[in-house]
């Protein structure tokens, strides 16, 4: 199984901040902070873990909050080169985030200002969202000019910090009601240079059409129309979840929009009884019925048992194809079935299908064992 994400958070991370705080702070108690922070620890998962560091940080620093950011601010180590990933390193200011939402929503200029120096270092997308329940108007007036700065990271929290439902994070139940105020800012940031912004975009336009579809379709159209290669990939990110339910207007706007003419022959699925731990491969062959060329897409669903006995679908994206007339294309995949941080598995029959063009089709069923 892999390590849990708490583990990448540990006592070490209250220690450094302390170090850097009392660096510009002498008379910070590192001694009574650190103790303080790791009590119960242990039992904590990782965000746990940063909302405990930010309340001691409340009781050890002035009650001034203003004087309180000023000095969290002050502490912060040079602002480290991004890289393509970053591992777990900026989750030392995830308590620092966490204050500002916490401590902060009555004095917005000086949250504003924390928000957007803690964004270049890790994220603000945690704490943006209180500011965007408290005091919307005055928020989105400020990620909309936000959204021409110069920094990719702070363009990136206009974006990821108003996602409907950003994960780790509760969802703005304001913007699933009405996403228009979302996709004003979303407008500004379509065709921005940078990829880490523009997958945050279609992130957030895939949140949006989990609640309403028919937005997400006509955005996503409307943004097709002299679009660049940047901005088709936009479209295409932000469509996926659309595609494996299975949405005619998705795939129609990604070219998949006409049934499949197809057969699906030489079902394998070995073995039939695997053991939670092992893997079980799935192949079959899709051959073109049709007279004509089709273009295809291929995607695999797997209906796994739940801990209630409910089955729940799991959507694999496997490839797209074009099959002339008779012609046929193999599809395979292993799924492997151990115990994941993001997926437990229990024992009882799956069904697995094959989907073309959001058409399913049966493959049939494994029997999952726990031995």
């Known amino acids: 199984m892999a390590e849990p994400l708490k583990n990448s958070f540990g006592a070490d991370v209250p220690r450094t901040i302390a170090r850097m705080i009392a660096a510009v702070f002498p008379r910070f108690d590192q001694k009574a902070f650190v103790r ?6 242990d039992a904590l998962e990782l965000m746990p873990r940063g909302w405990k560091i930010a309340h001691q940080l409340r009781r050890s620093l002035p009650d001034d909050y203003e004087k309180a950011v000023d000095i969290l601010l002050a502490s912060l180590d040079r602002k480290p080169e991004r890289t393509v990933a970053q591992g777990m390193g900026g989750f030392l200011f995830l308590p620092h985030v966490f204050f500002v939402a916490e401590y902060g929503l009555e004095h917005f200029e000086t949250s504003m200002r924390a928000q957007y120096v803690l964004t270049q270092r890790f994220t603000a997308e945690f704490s943006i969202r209180r500011y965007l329940e408290r005091h919307q108007a005055a928020t989105l007036a400020r990620l909309m000019e936000w959204s021409a700065d110069s920094s990719e990271d702070v363009r990136r929290l206009v974006s ?25 800012l979303l407008e500004r940031l379509k065709d921005d240079p940078s990829l880490y ?55 129609g706007l990604l070219g998949f929009g006409e049934a499949a003419r197809i057969s699906v022959e030489k079902v394998k699925i070995s073995p039939q009884r695997p053991a939670i731990g092992s893997s079980v491969a799935i192949a079959c062959e899709i051959a073109n019925r049709a007279p004509v060329v089709q273009r295809l897409l291929v995607d695999l669903r797997v209906h796994y048992v739940k801990a209630n006995g409910v089955q729940r679908p799991k959507v694999f994206k496997l490839k797209q194809v074009e099959l002339a007339p008779r012609e046929t294309a193999p599809v395979r995949k292993t799924l492997s079935l151990d115990q994941l941080t993001t997926r437990t598995h229990y024992p009882g029959r799956h069904a697995v299908e094959v989907l073309i063009n959001g058409q399913a089709y049966p493959l049939g069923t494994f029997e999952l064992t726990d031995r």
């Open 36 to 41: 303080s922070s790791l009590e119960g620890y």
């Open 160 to 184: 990821e910090g108003t996602r409907p439902r950003l994960p780790w994070a509760s969802r703005l139940r304001a913007f699933q009601a009405d996403p228009r105020p979302v996709l004003a």
């Open 197 to 251: 912004v523009r997958r945050s975009v279609a992130n957030n336009l895939n949140d949006i059409g989990k609640d309403h579809p028919a937005v997400l379709v006509a955005t996503a159209k409307r943004w097709m129309k002299n679009a660049t290669e940047q901005r088709r990939w936009i479209v295409r990110h932000a469509l996926r979840s659309a595609v494996k339910r299975g949405d005619s207007g998705a795939l």
